[in-house]
């Protein structure tokens, strides 16, 4: 059950021995696994929905049947994730095993988009603001903030990728965690982008934002959106699933996280992009089991029609158009 099977995207051949290396680990017990309550609702009364990530890899999705809550369980345990991080990560994702231009590059665009929603919910100050990025990589995302005139600082645990952020772009970028990360000065914006489906204690990483936060901190958190399969993984739950991800997102899971916290969402959508303040929210947990479930059915009937929608329309001469530019 826990042996690897064959994989739903195209791999190149650093991938292919990756993952046969990353295989070979959970079937030896060298990464080993834990199980897991819902993080939303502290239940254990989890339903299994998929086996097996795009890699081909063993990967336990579980939808919790008291709330519809989709996580990993049972997951690799954090000292398994540490060591995958540190050896296999990044050759197996990103399909390289060094840092380079081309990611800094794919960092920048993706700060763009980042800035410009920021800027459609009216977030972005006209003063410069102090911003730090948790999961920051190489410092992409952050390169584009300070290109608009403000003052950026990132952590990663990923040593290679902050060291070529430091050297090559002069950014000022740190190995570290939140929990040990101190700045005398008050941030103004605090940027999560796909980070917070790697992080296993949600709670304690929560906790550890809002101790950061003053009443005029934002915080934007995107993660890749179970909702938005449809658009973003051609409607194939099975392109979305990757070893890495302890947690599934809705924006309504999300904001049911955050809010105990004493953090209320400015705006959000099913992406997952969005961006919350301390406050109350007024919005109330619901159960998205059937909503979650429902949605999973609808893309599994009418994938076939991908092809003719707009965004696999999109999605073509995206293609047609790397092929003429020779990407
Ligand atoms: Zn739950």
Redesign the pocket.
């Given at each position: 059950m826990m042996g690897e099977g064959l994989p739903s995207i195209v791999l190149n051949p650093i991938q292919i021995r990756v993952k046969q290396e990353v295989a070979n680990k959970v079937k030896t017990g060298e990464y080993d696994f834990e199980s897991v309550f819902?993080a939303?609702?502290?239940?254990d009364?989890p339903e299994c929905i998929a086996e097996r990530d795009r890699y081909g890899l063993y990967f336990s999705v579980c939808i919790?049947k008291?709330?519809?809550?989709v996580y990993t369980n049972p997951r690799m345990t954090q000292s398994a994730y540490s060591a995958f991080y540190d050896n296999e990560y990044r050759p197996l994702y990103v399909g390289s095993e060094v840092a380079g231009e081309a990611f800094f590059r794919e960092q920048q665009k993706q700060g763009k988009r980042i800035y410009e929603f920021l800027d459609s919910a009216n977030q972005i100050s006209t003063r410069p603001m102090r911003v730090l990025e948790v999961g920051c990589g190489a410092g992409g995302i952050l390169d584009f903030f300070r290109s608009k005139g403000h003052e950026v600082m990132g952590i990663d645990l990923g040593s290679e990728y902050v060291n070529y952020g430091s050297k090559h772009h002069s950014l000022d970028l740190r190995v570290s965690t939140l929990a040990d990360f101190y700045c005398k000065d008050a941030i103004d914006l605090i940027v999560y982008s796909h980070v917070m489906e790697h992080i296993l204690d949600l709670y304690a990483e929560i906790k550890a934002i809002r101790c950061l936060c003053s009443s005029q901190t934002k915080l934007y958190i995107e993660v890749p959106g179970i909702k938005n399969i449809h658009k973003n993984y051609s409607m194939d739950a099975m392109t979305y699933y990757q070893n890495a991800h302890a947690y599934h997102f809705t924006l309504h899971s999300i904001r049911a996280l955050l809010k105990p916290h004493g953090f209320a969402m400015i705006a959000g959508n099913e992406y997952v992009k969005s961006v919350f303040s301390i406050g109350d929210d007024s919005f109330s947990q619901r159960d998205e089991y059937q909503s979650v479930l429902y949605y999973f059915r609808w893309n599994e009937r009418f994938r076939w029609l991908f092809p003719l929608s707009i965004a696999g329309v999109k999605r073509t001469l995206k293609r047609i158009k790397d092929r003429l530019m020779g990407n």
């Open positions: 819902c939303v609702c502290n239940a009364n919790c008291q709330c519809g809550f």
